[in-house]
């Protein structure tokens, strides 16, 4: 993957950019906003990380699925055109990606849940590192939204495809 995206573009991608913004945003604006109480802000933290888990939890298993789809409707014919066209990695990588996404967003989010748990001093001395992770969770949850309605060109993308191989392995029998 690194071969053929290189490094710079995987770490100065749209996805890499509105993870940093959402970390920033949220560490300089969250400590601004006028919530009474630790513990209305701890709710806030808590019921945040529960919506997101759910969230993500359900777009993994949509991905998941989506790719074992995709993947039964191959035959080793378009297999063949896929690799001969070097199209194999540009349809696998943003699932790939995009499963990581979730993942590492359900990872996050359990570590807030967590945190909402314990004590108030643990939460008020640990304040910046829980702001900068859910930041951190919110850009992964902005980026994998974007990757997975980006999986959906790349689903149509893979669909063309295949009619056009189909339609070529038609027009080679009848000749």
Not at 64 to 84: E, P, Q, R, Y
Not at 112 to 125: H, N, Q, T
């Amino acid at each position: 993957m690194i071969k053929k995206y290189g490094i710079r573009k995987i770490f100065f991608s749209t996805e890499t950019i509105i993870i940093i913004l959402a970390i920033f945003i949220v560490v300089i604006i969250t400590p601004k906003l006028n919530i009474d109480g630790i513990d209305k802000k701890i709710d806030l933290m808590r019921s945040y990380s529960t919506i997101c888990v759910s969230l993500s939890g359900g777009m993994l298993a949509v991905t998941v699925t989506a790719m074992s789809i995709l993947v039964g409707m191959i035959n080793d014919n378009f297999m063949k055109f896929i690799h001969k066209a070097n199209a194999y990695y540009d349809f696998v990588v943003p699932f790939y990606l995009n499963a990581l996404f979730w993942g590492i967003g359900i990872i996050l989010n359990m570590i807030l849940i967590v945190s909402s748990y314990l004590s108030i001093i643990f939460i008020i001395k640990y304040n910046r590192i829980l702001l900068f992770i859910i930041g951190l969770s919110t850009g992964f949850l902005i980026s994998s939204i974007k990757g997975t309605l980006e999986l959906v060109y790349t689903s149509i993308r893979l669909g063309e495809y295949r009619a056009k191989v189909l339609l070529k392995e038609e027009e080679r029998k009848h000749k």
